[in-house]
């Protein structure tokens, strides 16, 4: 199982861009899917989560009411739509996902990263 984020790039403050993530490989079921960021000089943090039992999603710090996470289960993919860009959210985005192979338990993933920077 592989995850591929795009979308990254770079945009002025008050911007958006949508971030996506692709699983692929082996999957038999998704369990959750999430996007984390890490700024530079700090640890990666959470930023928002979907657990696929229709429970609506968490969002960590003030990316709530700006950032919206959402999948497409037929497509295997994650999005993170970013609106209101600030400087602060400058940071390399990873997704994460908990997710069951054809052959494999429930394993966690990581995506490559992408960088977001938002210049003020």
């Known amino acids: 199982v592989q995850l591929q984020a795009s979308g990254g790039g770079l945009v002025r403050a008050g911007g958006s861009l949508r971030l996506s993530c692709a699983a692929s490989?082996?999957?038999?079921?998704?369990?959750?899917m999430a996007w984390y960021r890490q700024a530079p000089g700090k640890q990666r943090e959470l930023v928002a989560r979907?657990?696929?039992?229709?429970?609506?999603?968490d969002y960590v710090g003030d990316v709530k009411g700006r950032f919206t996470i959402s999948t497409d289960n037929a497509k295997n993919t994650v999005y993170l739509q970013m609106n209101s860009l600030k400087p602060e959210d400058t940071a390399v985005y990873y997704c994460?996902?908990?997710?069951?192979?054809?052959?494999?338990?429930?394993?966690?993933?990581w995506g490559q990263g992408t960088e977001v920077t938002v210049s003020s």
């Open positions: 979907i657990i696929n039992d229709g429970r609506p999603p």
């Open positions: 994460h996902g908990f997710i069951l192979g054809t052959t494999t338990p429930y394993t966690y993933y």
């Open positions: 490989g082996s999957i038999k079921s998704i369990n959750s």
